[in-house]
Nanobody
Framework: QVQLVESGGGLVQAGGSLRLSCAASGRTFSSYAMGWFRQAPGKERECVAAISWSISSTYYADSVKGRLTISRDNAKNTVYLQMNSLKPEDTAVYYC???????????????????WGQGTQVTVSS
């Protein structure tokens, strides 16, 4: 089972940028699809972006399209989330997750992911 550790969260003003990183342990990272989820207080966890193991396919929630970019470097066992033009409503704990499935509803459904990081807080001030 892959183990995941996120970093890069913090406090940023509206309109600013942050880059989250998720480092994975294990030799099978390239066989996992990876996703970034977020959870704000009182709200359900939602998938904001996901990327297939081959990097050929990506998914973005409508609320973040054009502002967030997911990428991965399989040689470094790392997945990234570049966040630009941040808004106060982007404030949440962000989690990276790994899945053996990609495509259809598996792409953005939390229960399809079987390894999770501990989360990193992103706070966007207005």
């Amino acid at each position: 089972q892959v183990q995941l550790v996120e970093s890069g969260g913090g406090l940023v003003q509206a309109g600013g940028s942050l880059r989250l990183s998720c480092a994975a342990s294990g030799r099978t990272f390239s066989s996992y699809a990876m996703g970034w989820f977020r959870q704000a207080p009182g709200k359900e966890r939602e998938c904001v972006a996901a990327i297939s193991w081959s990097i050929s396919s990506t998914y973005y929630a409508d609320s973040v399209k054009g502002r967030l970019t997911i990428s991965r470097d399989n040689a470094k066992n790392t997945v990234y989330l570049q966040m630009n033009s941040l808004k106060p409503e982007d404030t949440a704990v962000y989690y990276c997750a790994a899945s053996h499935f990609f495509g259809g509803t598996h792409t953005y459904t939390a229960s399809s992911y079987d390894a999770w990081g501990q989360g990193t807080q992103v706070t966007v001030s207005s």
